[in-house]
């Protein structure tokens, strides 16, 4: 079939592409740039915050046999919101797909967007997901639960949370999940394209089993061969306060309404995902593949040791600039600065001037989301403080403390930050 993608840039859309194309389909990826990913026959521009007319969508489904919507947010953010995003152009794409007699259309829904359903991401999805049913289309809407894959963002989450040494627990981790592996998730919206038997049908995706939090934060450290866990349990008050203040926050993946989901739970039966597939799913213990392992233990172990390690060079140059402002004697100060070979009339310049520059640098260590200058700009600075002590001030190589010594692995640190920064 000639099929179109939305959503062709995303998680579920990148892997859905090999598939497909694995399979003889010809896929027209649809996105925001336009640019057509690996794979991909051709690629259009598209924009869901704006492209709420079926008739700017009748073009674009010339020559196509099946459409598949796997546009989704779990956030609302810049201009991105679950009414247009979710709701007023996918059903704009429905009624064109209608218009145009589109073969196949096959809706990514979620699990949990049915008649409970109370987040704001589910109500949007599960108000397209009524729309497509309401219209002469042979249609499947696919409702995923939790999905593992080992790029993706929430697969990196929990992998980062079972490897901390004391892993925190939202009200116990009672809850139940019943995530899907990435690869199960593919095949089946591919063998949905051809299987008639699952037309105008809602079909869960979901994993072999459900489990608990903690006991699939379990499974995960095993797989990473790191040994028994140790387990925080946070009380549900607490959660909720930091749900809270993840409300105001954009970029973080725990709000009200992520708790209030995971409170509800994400579980199904899996017997229809596994009658299409005709094989067995895949396993939370079998996630992490036995050659992956190594590689996943130390992205996880990174993702929180390094916000300690810049965290901590922070608090150092945050710590040396308040204690110049006057913590330790100005006077001892203005003798150290004087050895240096600073004129006397300079001192105030050049104690106030060096705190306040470390202060910034430690604020900026924080607040900057780009580091790769920052880090260049200290390396640079603790050289040419290292220098110059060492020329004027040589008995700090020998002291007790080593102030100088610490510069050492102060630029290590520092070094590894820039190398493992994000380009």
């Not at 001892?332 to 004087?338: F, I, M, Q, T």
Request: hydrophobic share 50%; glycine share 6%; aromatic share 8%.
């Amino acid at each position: 079939m000639r099929v179109l993608l939305t959503g062709a840039s995303g998680l579920i859309g990148r892997h859905l592409i090999r598939v497909l194309v694995a399979q003889g389909h010809r896929i027209v990826c649809a996105t925001r740039s336009g640019r057509a990913p690996a794979g991909c026959e051709a690629g259009i521009d598209v924009d869901f915050t704006r492209d709420t007319n079926p008739e700017v969508w009748l073009p674009r489904l010339h020559g196509i046999d099946a459409v598949i919507n796997a546009v989704g947010i779990l956030r609302e953010r810049r201009g991105q919101t679950f009414a247009s995003l979710h709701v007023a152009t996918p059903c704009a794409l429905f009624d064109a797909c209608a218009l145009a007699e589109v073969r196949r259309v096959i809706q990514i829904s979620a699990l949990g967007a049915d008649e409970e359903a109370h987040s704001d991401y589910h109500l949007s999805k599960r108000q397209a997901d009524r729309h497509l049913m309401r219209l002469p289309l042979a249609w499947t809407v696919v409702q995923p639960s939790l999905v593992y894959s080992p790029d993706g963002t929430s697969a990196r989450l929990f992998t980062s949370l079972a490897a901390l040494p004391l892993i925190p627990l939202p009200a116990g981790g009672g809850q139940l999940v019943q995530p899907i592996h990435i690869d199960d998730l593919a095949a089946g919206l591919a063998l949905l394209l051809s299987d008639t038997a699952t037309e105008r049908r809602v079909i869960a995706f979901v994993g072999p089993r459900a489990l608990t939090l903690r006991a699939f934060l379990t499974e995960l450290r095993e797989s990473m061969q790191m040994g028994p866990p140790r387990f925080l349990v946070v009380p549900p008050w607490l959660v909720a306060l930091a749900a809270r203040v993840g409300d105001a926050s954009p970029g973080s993946l725990l709000s009200s309404e992520a708790w209030g989901m995971l409170k509800r739970g994400n579980t199904a039966d899996a017997r229809e995902l596994r009658e299409l597939l005709q094989r067995d799913l895949c396993p939370p213990e079998h996630f992490i593949a036995n050659d992956r392992r190594s590689d996943t233990r130390v992205t996880a172990q990174l993702s929180w040791l390094l916000p300690v390690l810049r965290l901590s060079i922070a608090l150092v140059w945050i710590g040396t600039g308040l204690v110049s402002f006057g913590l330790y004697p100005v006077a001892s100060s203005y003798e150290l600065l004087a050895r240096t070979g600073v004129p006397a009339a300079m001192f105030p310049f050049f104690l106030y001037g060096a705190a306040l520059f470390d202060l910034s640098l430690g604020i900026a260590t924080l607040a900057l989301r780009r580091r790769r200058a920052l880090w260049i700009l200290q390396i640079a600075l603790i050289l040419l403080y290292t220098v110059i002590i060492s020329v004027r001030l040589p008995e700090f190589w020998l002291h007790p403390y080593g102030p100088l010594l610490k510069n050492l692995p102060m630029l290590a640190a520092i070094v590894l930050l820039y190398a493992l920064e994000k380009r």
